[in-house]
């Protein structure tokens, strides 16, 4: 089994910035894609950003190019989600999830293909 918990979600003012971490405990999750997801009330769950196991493809929602960047560091088990020029329409909670290797069918932004999930952290971005 693996744990993730998300941290680093807070209110925060159009045009700034946050970033968001996830640690995972259980396994290493270095053979782990990871990914975010986020889901506001009445909205459909949507893929953020994910990251290969590897570290060499990420996949980024067309919402969010060019203002967020996912990285991790697989020796410290740590995923993160930089977030800058944020948008009020970036509020939401914010979740972390891990498959192992890659999702089937390389169907990176469908959240069935995820089998671990971060109980999430709340991001609002005010006007």
């Known amino acids: 089994q693996v744990q993730l918990v998300e941290s680093g979600g807070g209110l925060v003012q159009a045009g700034g910035s946050l970033r968001l971490s996830c640690v995972a405990s259980g396994r290493t999750v270095s053979k782990y894609t990871m990914a975010w997801f986020r889901q506001a009330p009445g909205k459909p769950r949507e893929c953020v950003s994910a990251?290969?196991?590897?570290?060499?493809?990420?996949y980024y929602a067309d919402s969010v190019k060019g203002r967020f960047t996912i990285s991790r560091v697989n020796a410290k088990n740590t995923v993160y989600l930089q977030m800058n020029s944020l948008k009020p329409e970036d509020t939401s909670v914010y979740h972390c999830?891990?498959?192992?290797?890659?999702?089937?069918?390389?169907?990176?932004?469908?959240?069935?293909?995820?089998?671990?999930w971060g109980q999430g952290t709340q991001v609002t971005v005010s006007s």
């Open positions: 999830t891990a498959v192992y290797l890659t999702p089937t069918g390389s169907i990176w932004d469908d959240p069935g293909k995820y089998d671990y």
């Open positions: 990251i290969s196991w590897g570290g060499y493809g990420t």
